[in-house]
């Protein structure tokens, strides 16, 4: 009887300790210490093509390298950016799935009853990667103006014929455009379009008159003459396109919009993860060869922390906000 019973015990304890070891390995999984285990799936809510998807697929070897998993890029666009979002938001929060995009992430919402998802509180915030140094206002070389002065004339003398291409509403061609129309009182047609890739094509064809599109998309074909730039959105110039002058140079004083692309995943991340993905992010773009491609588009690697983040995107979408009453009460 005793030895059935000194068996139990020892079994019963043995059983113990491996349950507790399971636990705790269980514990440490899920807080990131064995994260990522498998391939990591990179959500861009917009077609291939445009600046996000570039950006991403550039750095997506050098993220694969720094975090010891493949990041697997994946769009997903519709609704100028909210499909996309929206199912990231509702994946589980075990850091398999990311969210790459830009500002439009805080700019749609203000702009489109039908988002059905919160920009804060529905994700966890790993990192603000890159930003540029503001969109770039280009048209078609027909349009009959060579800078912003002579564009808004023109707008003005014929109210509601020149064209714009907007790839979403809240996304970085339909902000500068509406502040741009609001500031100047001016009556400029929006296009829908479904993204940056078939904008470029119909302006390139002339189909449309202008487009405000990221400096690493429009270069090339400022460089090519296919397109003339008017200015670019930010606060200074750039050296890639040194003689374009900014919208604040050329008479809109507080004119100052530059598009920014973050990291998000669905809210409640473990926060060991959280710091992996953002430490992989700032090896990424710190890449030499990261830093040289950059250097000819216009971009500029950031690897905000993710505190920090959380709060500028706070603060973005206040500004958002704030711009989306601006230019919903000018005149139509």
Avoid at 46 to 55: K, Q
Avoid at 81 to 90: E, F, L, P, S, W
Avoid at 236 to 256: C, F, H, I, N, S
Wanted: hydrophobic content about 45%; overall charge neutral.
């Amino acid at each position: 009887m005793r030895g059935d019973q000194a068996m139990t015990i020892r079994f019963t304890r043995r059983a113990a300790l491996l349950g507790a070891a399971a636990l705790a390995s269980g514990t440490a999984a899920a807080q990131g210490t064995d994260y990522p285990s498998r391939p990591i799936r990179a959500v861009v809510p917009s077609p291939p093509g445009g600046p996000p998807d570039l950006i991403i697929r550039a750095l997506a070897p050098k993220l694969s390298a720094a975090i010891g998993q493949t990041v697997v890029i994946e769009n997903r666009p519709g609704a100028g950016g909210i499909v996309g979002t929206a199912q990231v938001a509702r994946m589980p929060a075990d850091g398999y799935t990311w969210l790459f995009t830009t500002a439009s992430h805080v700019n749609t919402p203000p702009f489109n009853p039908n988002v059905n998802f919160d920009p804060i509180a529905d994700f966890t915030h790993v990192t603000l990667a890159v930003q540029n140094f503001g969109q770039a206002l280009v048209v078609h070389p027909s349009v009959q103006a060579t800078n912003l002065a002579e564009l808004i004339a023109l707008a003005k003398r014929e109210p509601g014929r020149l064209t714009y291409v907007n790839a979403g509403n809240g996304t970085a061609s339909h902000i500068p455009a509406e502040l741009m129309k609001a500031m100047t009182g001016t009556d400029i047609l929006s296009v829908p379009y479904r993204g940056v890739g078939e904008g470029v094509t119909d302006l390139l064809a002339g189909r449309i008159d202008m487009f405000f599109v990221g400096t690493n998309v429009a270069l090339e074909h400022v460089q090519a003459g296919r397109l003339r730039a008017i200015a670019l959105t930010g606060a200074r110039r750039w050296k890639g396109m040194p003689d374009v002058p900014t919208m604040q140079e050329q008479g809109l004083a507080g004119y100052d919009v530059v598009n920014w692309f973050g990291l998000w995943m669905p809210a409640g991340a473990p926060r060991p993860i959280v710091e992996k993905a953002h430490a992989a992010m700032r090896t990424a773009v710190n890449d030499p060869e990261i830093l040289a491609l950059f250097d000819t588009q216009g971009l500029q690697g950031i690897a905000m922390p993710p505190d920090q983040f959380a709060v500028f995107v706070q603060e973005q979408s206040r500004i958002a906000q704030e711009i989306g009453r601006r230019v919903n009460a000018a005149p139509r």
